[in-house]
């Protein structure tokens, strides 16, 4: 059973930082690239960022470029999101969710659960 469990969200201070984890099992996880997408109150959801299966490429929405980094350690079966410069329009639930391929196809089929980052003073 493919399971991803985020971690790591809370409340934090606008321009502060945090680092979102993501426990992946029940699949080869080093053969898949891996997205993580957010759902702001109210609104829909939105894409992020995306890492291939190896971690040699990365991608950004603009909206978070230059302050987010999307890593992975595929010993651990682990994916991360280091957030830094955070503002309180990047508050939103964070999902990690697994690809379908090797490479970014963004054509996700699985999900977790989600973790919650609030952005206020």
């Known amino acids: 059973e493919v399971q991803l469990v985020e971690s790591g969200g809370g409340l934090v201070q606008p321009g502060g930082s945090l680092r979102l984890s993501c426990a992946a099992s029940g699949f080869t996880f080093s053969s898949y690239a891996m997205s993580w997408v957010r759902q702001a109150p109210g609104k829909g959801l939105g894409w992020v960022s995306a890492?291939?299966?190896?971690?040699?490429?990365?991608s950004y929405a603009d909206s978070v470029k230059g302050r987010f980094t999307i890593s992975r350690d595929n010993a651990k079966n682990t994916l991360y999101l280091q957030m830094n410069s955070l503002k309180p329009e990047d508050t939103a639930v964070y999902y990690c969710a697994k690809d379908r391929a090797l490479v970014v196809t963004t054509r996700m089929d699985y999900w977790g659960k989600g973790t919650l980052v609030t952005v206020s003073s």
């Open positions: 890492i291939n299966s190896g971690g040699g490429s990365t």
